[in-house]
């Protein structure tokens, strides 16, 4: 059985630059890393095939440079690593991204059973947590969001519990494998990689997949297949200055300096 882990490759920062003309990331010169979550659910995926003995296969779509965050994976212990990459699948919304994500998953399926998905809870540059649940819907894979332990898996009668860490609460639930988890950071520790695994990472094949593979209407793909129009990205601006009071031993004094703030600032109905 396979435990597919999506990893997405991202810039290195926190400031990330955009394109003015086309809304896009400017890729050049920026350092990429694994996307943090995704480290998480790789090495959840690497705990279960030492328990269980499932293959992990780790999948990331991106362009070419992004097969070196899948030779990473390779480093800590994944089985087989597949980048999916081709002219046609750039400039993705989140749904275009899930097409082809989903395509390959199916496709690995294919060739051996599908029990687990695992990505992480959310990117650290799109950040909008739709992948993941664009994989499941797609696939028809039960949907367990903001993992942050996995209890039990049960591979004979195929049903996992794991717990999500919700605002304020922790929710346990169990579902029917195949399943589809996005993970927590508090989920595990990530390992590093072994000296002898690192240096045999280096010669390992990372298999590239095109649309020649995964055969996709280009209409559901790339740009033509994103629906979602990006007019602005920005950074917001933060005001300088802070207002102090006494909160303690003085709160009305305290909550005037506020509401005076904000009605200054035209922020309160009146
Ligand atoms: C019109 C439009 C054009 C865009 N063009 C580009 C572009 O040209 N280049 C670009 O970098 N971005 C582009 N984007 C951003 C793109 O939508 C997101 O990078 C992508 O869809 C993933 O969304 P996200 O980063 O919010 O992932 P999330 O939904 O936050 O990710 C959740 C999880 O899904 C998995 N995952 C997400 N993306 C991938 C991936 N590519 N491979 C493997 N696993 C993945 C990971 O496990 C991740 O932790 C564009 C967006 C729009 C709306």
């Not at 045999?200 to 280009?218: F, I, T």
């Amino acid at each position: 059985m396979l435990i597919v882990v999506c990893i997405k490759q991202v810039p290195d920062t926190t400031q990330v630059q955009i394109d003015p003309v086309t809304n896009t990331l400017v890729r050049e010169g920026i350092p990429f890393i694994a996307n943090p979550y995704d480290t998480h659910a790789l090495e959840e995926a690497l705990r279960l095939k030492d328990q269980f003995g499932m293959r992990v296969v780790a999948v990331s779509m991106g362009p070419p440079n992004a097969e070196a965050t899948l030779r990473k994976a390779l480093a800590v212990g994944a089985d087989e690593a597949i980048l999916l990459s081709d002219r046609v699948f750039g400039g993705a919304d989140t749904l275009a991204t899930s097409n082809v994500l989903s395509a390959a998953i199916k496709k690995l399926n294919e060739q051996e059973e599908v029990g687990l998905v695992l990505c992480g809870k959310q990117t650290i540059d799109g950040d909008t947590a739709q992948v993941g649940p664009g994989i499941a819907t797609r696939n028809g894979y039960s949907q367990l969001t903001l993992v942050d332990r996995v209890d039990q898996v049960d591979l004979a009668g195929k049903k996992i519990r794991v717990r999500r860490k919700l605002e304020g609460r922790h929710e346990i639930v169990e579902a029917p494998m195949p399943a589809m988890l996005t993970v927590v950071r508090e989920l595990n520790r990530p390992r590093y990689p072994t000296v002898p695994l690192r240096l045999e990472s280096e010669d390992r094949e990372v298999k590239v997949w095109n649309n020649e593979a995964l055969k996709l209407d280009v209409n559901s793909i790339g740009l033509k297949g994103s629906p979602t129009w990006v007019s602005r990205i920005f950074s917001p601006e933060r005001e300088k200055g802070e207002i102090v009071g006494d909160g303690l031993h003085d709160p009305k004094g305290t909550s005037r300096l506020l509401i005076e703030k904000l009605l200054s600032k035209d922020l309160l109905p009146v």
